[in-house]
């Protein structure tokens, strides 16, 4: 068996069209040399055990390396020490025990946030974070881990700090998958464990479907990581191909959905890939996976001052949920320097709540966590890469006042002020 590339071409076609692409307000990184083994976390137990039958080894070899692999340490081939040196190096000529290269963490909320900055080995960067919930009545002491899917993010939706990259590329398998080992290992020195998963870092996961749902595999494959598939959530800001891709194999893992605004126009704003798939053909997905999989779909829903959160809105948004499989999750923005919007207040939030629970729906508000750290996907990896000049920084927000102000209105978003995000005035970083 040749060892497989972690480099792939995604399943789900990218945004076809201008203004479905993140206009970045920082210039990348120069891209390192990337190196041509793959990870070894991204390879099934099928496929490893297929890797030591061609070279003539027992196949319990094969299980002594995933014991190891998934352990909770780290552990390099040349620490494998169960097996032969033959075994150790032809393992280390043909993988990478591990695929981050290295990583920093800052803590906050008296360390019941981390946030981790991963470097990969081309030197692009991505982020995790940790979010301890102590255990509180009846409920257990919990460990969620929000992982990222793609180095960047293609769809540019204009509140989330990973807007400002624009999009690197798409992770493998295996560099998603060491997110989570990375953090298993971590919470192991003190006795805990990872107890959720979600994809809900830097990139729209079901971008990069094929590996987003390998991970997702690995991640809940008693052999491997064995966290259960209903401990796992993979969002979308709404790719009905991806959506349809998971509802073919039915798992039972959560679907998230990016909704942040029921009407069209401001949806357009808010959320790009809107003008390829409106949020009637998202939900109509969605209700579909909920059907197959017999799991509620959760709606996430950014609260933004002015913008998004009016009666009107509260309105429509239930209109639109009604009689699904649903759960609402409210969530406060977290300040990004590049919008000119600030998050809604409690009593705006309470409302909008109040009118979606009066239509039948679960909904919930969250609190937001890691606010001194920039917990928000893209956040950190914003600050590495550059700091956009006060033009360029001026001038998006400029095109998000007038943008929304049309969607407001009323206006067709998608024709009037598309060529508004287009225009050449998002200038270089420094």
């Known amino acids: 068996m040749t060892a497989p590339m972690d480099a792939r071409t995604p399943t789900i076609v990218q945004p076809r069209r201008s203004e479905d692409r993140a206009l970045p307000l920082i210039d990348a990184p120069v891209a390192g040399q990337r190196d041509p083994r793959p990870g070894l976390s991204g390879l099934s137990t099928e496929a490893l055990r297929e890797w030591f039958a061609e070279r003539r080894a027992p196949s319990f070899r094969a ?19 169960t097996l032969p040196a033959g075994l ?29 900055l991963h470097v990969l080995d081309d030197r692009r960067t991505i982020e995790s974070v940790l979010m301890r919930y102590p255990a509180r009545g009846l409920r257990r002491e919990r460990a969620t881990i929000c992982i990222s899917s793609q180095a960047g993010c293609a769809v540019g939706c204009p509140f989330c700090a990973t807007g400002e990259l624009g999009f690197w590329r798409d992770l493998s398998t295996a560099e998603i998958v060491d997110q989570v080992r990375f953090w298993s290992r971590r919470l192991a020195t003190d006795g805990r464990r990872v107890t959720n998963v979600v994809f809900m870092g830097m990139g729209e996961p079901l971008l990069n479907a094929e590996a987003v749902i390998e991970a997702a595999a690995a991640i809940s494959d008693p052999q491997r990581f064995g966290l259960g598939a209903r401990h796992i959530t993979i969002s979308t800001s709404g790719v009905v191909p991806g959506i349809e891709q998971l509802t073919a ?21 808010l959320v790009p890939l809107n003008r390829r798939w409106p949020a009637e053909q998202v939900v109509t997905a969605a209700t579909r996976y909920a059907h197959a999989t017999g799991r509620r779909v959760t709606y996430e829903y950014v609260m933004i001052a002015g913008i998004n959160d ?5 309105a429509q948004t239930a209109e639109l949920l009604r009689g699904r499989l649903a759960h609402v999750n409210l969530i406060p923005m977290n300040p990004v320097a590049h919008t000119p919007w600030q998050p809604s207040d409690a009593g705006r939030i309470g409302a909008f709540a ?5 239509a039948g729906l679960h909904t919930t508000v969250r609190r937001n966590r890691g606010t001194e750290i920039g917990a928000a996907c893209g956040q950190l990896a914003a600050e590495l890469a550059a700091q956009p000049t006060p033009a360029a920084v001026a001038r998006r927000r400029q095109i998000l006042v007038e943008r929304s102000a049309v969607a407001l209105r009323g206006a067709d978003a998608s024709s009037e002020a598309a060529a508004m995000i287009d225009a050449p005035a998002v200038v270089t970083s420094r």
């Open 63 to 81: 299980q002594q390396v995933a014991d190891q692999l998934w352990s909770g340490r780290d552990v390099s081939f040349a620490e494998m020490r």
């Open 88 to 116: 150790r190096a032809a393992l280390d000529a043909d993988f990478r025990s591990d695929t981050v290269a290295h990583t920093s963490v800052r803590p906050a909320d008296e360390g019941l946030t981390e946030k981790a």
């Open 249 to 269: 194999i039915a798992p039972q893992y959560t679907l998230a959905v990016s909704l942040h605004a029921a009407r069209a126009g401001l949806r357009d704003v």
């Open 310 to 314: 009016t009666p009107a809105d509260a």
């Open 354 to 358: 109040d009118v979606l629970r009066a």
